[in-house]
């Protein structure tokens, strides 16, 4: 059973354009949510993150907004660029040092 | 500039061979994990670390091992490799922080035969 769960599978975005990312999850003791972003051939690398205390967190274009009591997160790309193709992984964890856990991603394709 | 290292880059093995895979970590974070990532699976965590001298069991940790030797090293070892077992294995080293970062290897592509 997929702990979080992640949608949709992939995503084609004209350049310019807002791409939107969802995540669900069952266990409420997630505490911290962290968006991943990974390319071809590279290991995944952190875009933003988000406690369970705040609601929205904002960096550059992306924008991480957070619903405790729907137990669902997304994640806002504005002004999508070709550069921003990528699979990206919403991920959850409980507590210090004991791992993330991970949707199985989204492909995002962003078209010129 | 801080890192985490893997090594080898890509691996073939027998089955039935042991595999060693290394990871090293220049960002002096306390904690140290391995996960496997496979098409329709994303990425799983098989064994994690809180210091030198320990290890604890992720979510797939069987036919896996791990040994944590120093705070820099953490390697996973799989002693009877299995054809199961290719996928593509990332290392990653985090601090305590409540919301602190993970810093991923850029992974380790395992092929048994």
């Known amino acids: 059973q997929q702990q979080v769960r992640q949608s949709p599978q992939s995503l084609t975005v004209w350049e310019g354009g807002t791409t939107v990312l969802t995540c669900s999850y069952e266990d409420s003791t997630f505490n911290y949510f962290p968006w991943y972003q990974q390319f071809p051939g590279e290991g995944p690398a952190l875009l933003i993150s988000?406690?369970?205390?705040?609601d929205k967190k904002e960096d550059g274009r992306f924008t991480t907004f957070f619903n405790k009591r729907e137990k669902k997160l997304s994640l806002h790309i504005i002004d999508s660029q070709p550069g921003d193709s990528a699979t990206y992984f919403c991920?959850?964890?409980?507590?210090?040092?004991?791992?993330?856990?991970f949707g199985l991603g989204t492909r995002v394709s962003v078209f010129p | 500039e801080a890192a985490v290292t893997q090594s080898p880059r890509n691996k073939v093995a027998v089955t039935g061979g042991k595999v060693t895979l290394s990871c090293n970590q220049t960002?002096?974070?306390?904690?140290m994990y391995w996960y496997r990532q496979d098409t329709g699976h994303g990425l799983r965590l098989i064994h994690y670390s809180y210091g030198a001298g320990s290890t604890e069991k992720g979510d797939i940790p069987d036919g896996y091992k791990a040994s944590r030797p120093s705070q820099e090293n953490f390697s996973l070892i799989l002693e009877l490799a299995t054809p199961s077992q290719t996928s593509v294995y990332f290392c990653?080293?985090?601090?305590?922080?409540?919301?602190?970062?993970?810093?991923f290897g850029s992974g380790t592509r395992l092929l048994v035969i």
């Open positions: 990653a080293s985090g601090d305590d922080r409540g919301n602190s970062d993970y810093t």
């Open positions: 991920a959850a964890r409980r507590g210090y040092a004991q791992g993330l856990t």
């Open positions: 988000i406690l369970s205390v705040s």
């Open positions: 960002n002096n974070h306390n904690n």
